[in-house]
């Protein structure tokens, strides 16, 4: 197994106390996988993806077990950590406009983590750099590798940007909201670069999104998170086509789809997602869900195992599978 | 590209011209004086003291007979080397402890910040007086207790600009790319700084001009026969009402070395705004 994420807890440190972000997420992912983190704005896909790099806001503290290659990430040392960084993790940034250096060419860019990790010189690191520009697509490589950020469009850099965090062929590569900055048409060519180089040279690839669309189209298993908390889990195919949360379901129905009558209007998920400070002791989304029953609130969900490793929280399964 | 386009907004502000062209004329004195001054700027010459101004003594002489053009242009001198020294010392010492603090974070920097706003507590001129009376007069521990006061004003911009920077997504990604603090601090941080930093090292260049010329001129600077602006404002203050030239010309060389380094940093600030960059 290349990561065992085993109950991890993340908090984070607030003028009233710790607050809990991120509740006992669970997954595992092999060599040359794709797992797909959907949610909503702060249900913690970020977070997760932080925490498996080591980059936690200042004071953000952990529980649980992050076992990446054997080792725990959770208790190596800031210096252990800043060798596997780069070099057998590596990231994606949502904004290419802003994750390169305005001041440094795009090679200087790309080959300063084959300095860092390969030891390689310099000129040899340049050159190596204008080969991944190359790999990932862009025209004119050895010029491109001379520009600045501002002289490439958002696509561009964002294929440098691949090429920067491909340079040491990682094992696990996260990308957070990969083309979220991005326009349409650019979106499918570099979500298809990412799967492309991933089989490749068979990295893992954790893809978090809030698009279920890019999620769907890109990876194996999806995880779906809700105000911190793992709702369901499993196969991508079986999750989407028999979604077994309430939450799930309501974001399924909430997407547009292109066989629906004209002029209806789309689905919405009644009331906002609870805030992270004033987090019920019960299922976060009892109240939102149009099946709560007084337990919901009680006592958080525990994963029930639906078929294979398909897994649900919800504590009303058997009523929601009737609903379906 | 870049730089082609720099030379033309230079050329259309106003105030970096004008700066830049009175800086330009500071530093051709000093330079004029290391070669050539019109006498030797110290030499006294009782019968010939105060002069009007002639073909001979361009600018007159003063009560003991100096040539107040040399001694003017050997004044610049001492303010270059004030400045440079004492902005040297800010911006070495400034620049470390705000980077440091700025990558740090937690209790070293609040350590780092605190020892700043102490040192800011203190009135900078009265605890300059302070340095070199304990210390002794003399244009070295004048630098020195200048330098010192610059150490906070430049520790300040780096950590707020550098914690700025820190934040950006770029520094974000170095670190998920391996860099430990001190790379991404020299690497990322600094180079994004320094536009600020030159901006504020023309204002501390001026600011130090001028607490050299009142320390000079309370005594506790420039020694004789060191010629000096604040020295010569001094040596002119009994002779003022019968000789008011003698106050003038040193006043105006530290009004305009003081005023062109001043609209110097605010013409370099419109031009290295990252705002205006951006929409290059």
Redesign the interface.
């Known amino acids: 197994m290349l990561l065992e994420v085993a109950n991890l807890n993340i908090d984070l440190p607030t003028a009233d106390g710790a607050r809990r972000i991120v509740r006992e997420a669970s997954f595992t992912l092999d060599r040359g996988q794709t797992l797909g983190i959907v949610g909503e704005s702060g249900s913690g896909k970020t977070m997760t993806a932080l925490a498996l790099m080591g980059l936690l806001p200042d004071g953000a503290t952990t529980s649980g077990a992050i076992v990446f290659e054997g080792r725990d990430l959770t208790r190596l040392s800031e210096a252990r950590m800043q060798e596997l960084r780069g070099d057998r993790i590596a990231m994606i940034f949502q904004e290419p406009m802003t994750a390169l250096n305005p001041l440094h060419s795009i090679g200087r860019q790309i080959a300063e983590p084959l300095i860092l990790h390969r030891g390689l010189s310099k000129a040899a690191a340049r050159t190596q750099a204008v080969k991944l520009l190359e790999r990932v697509g862009l025209a004119d490589p050895a010029r491109r590798a001379r520009a600045y950020p501002h002289e490439l469009s958002g696509g561009q850099r964002q294929r440098a940007m691949i090429a920067m965090a491909l340079s040491c062929e990682p094992r696990l590569v996260i990308a957070d909201e990969p083309t979220t900055a991005l326009d349409v048409t650019v979106q499918a060519q570099i979500l298809d670069l990412i799967a492309d180089l991933g089989e490749q040279s068979n990295m893992a690839l954790i893809l978090v999104s809030h698009d279920l669309a890019v999620i769907a189209q890109n990876c194996a298993r999806v995880l779906v998170m809700y105000s911190g908390m793992t709702m369901e889990s499993g196969r991508t195919q079986d999750v989407l086509a028999r979604p077994a949360h309430p939450y799930t379901k309501a974001l399924l129905e909430a997407r547009p789809r292109v066989s629906a009558p004209r002029g209806e209007r789309l689905h919405a998920i009644a009331g906002a997602a609870p805030s992270a400070d004033a987090m019920p002791k019960g299922c976060p989304f009892a109240g939102r869900c149009p099946l709560t029953i007084e337990a919901c609130r009680l006592a958080p969900p525990a994963p029930v195992t639906l078929r294979g490793d398909h897994t649900a929280r919800c504590i009303r399964i058997d009523a929601a599978e009737r609903l379906a | 590209m870049s730089r082609d386009s720099f030379a033309a907004r230079a050329r259309r502000n106003a105030s970096f011209a004008v700066g830049a062209a009175l800086v330009a004329m500071l530093i051709l004195a000093t330079a004029l004086s290391l070669v050539w001054t019109p006498y030797p700027p110290g030499a006294i010459d009782v019968p010939h003291k105060l002069l009007e101004p002639s073909f001979a003594h361009w600018l007159g002489t003063d009560s003991l007979g100096r040539d107040i053009v040399s001694q003017l242009l050997a004044g610049a001198r001492v303010s270059i080397l004030v400045g440079v020294i004492a902005v040297g010392i800010g911006l070495i010492f400034g620049v470390a402890l705000g980077l440091a603090a700025a990558s740090a ?2 209790i070293a920097e609040d350590i780092i910040m605190r020892l700043c706003d102490f040192t800011f507590a203190f009135p900078a001129l009265l605890l300059a007086i302070m340095f070199t009376a304990v210390l002794g007069a003399g244009i070295v521990n004048a630098i020195l207790a200048i330098g010192i006061f610059n150490v906070p004003v430049f520790a300040k911009v780096t950590r707020a600009l550098g914690n700025n920077v820190l934040a ?3 520094a ?9 603090p001190i790379a991404i601090a020299f ?2 941080v600094l ?2 700084v320094a536009p600020a930093l030159i901006v504020q090292a023309t204002i501390q260049f001026a600011i130090a001009i001028l607490a050299e010329a009142a320390l000079s001129y309370l005594g506790l600077g420039a020694q004789p026969p060191q010629a000096s602006w604040g020295r010569m404002l001094s040596d002119a203050q009994q002779l003022m009402f019968l000789a008011p030239r003698l106050a003038v010309f040193p006043g105006l060389a530290v009004v305009l070395a003081v005023l062109g380094l001043n609209l110097l940093g605010d013409g370099l600030r419109d031009l290295l705004d990252p705002r205006l960059r ?1 929409r ?1």
């Not at chain 2, 974000?172 to 860099?179: I, N, P, S, V, Y």
């Open positions: 974070k937690g950006r997504d770029y974000m990604a170095a670190r998920a790319a391996g860099k430990g690497e990322h180079p994004n951006a290059r």
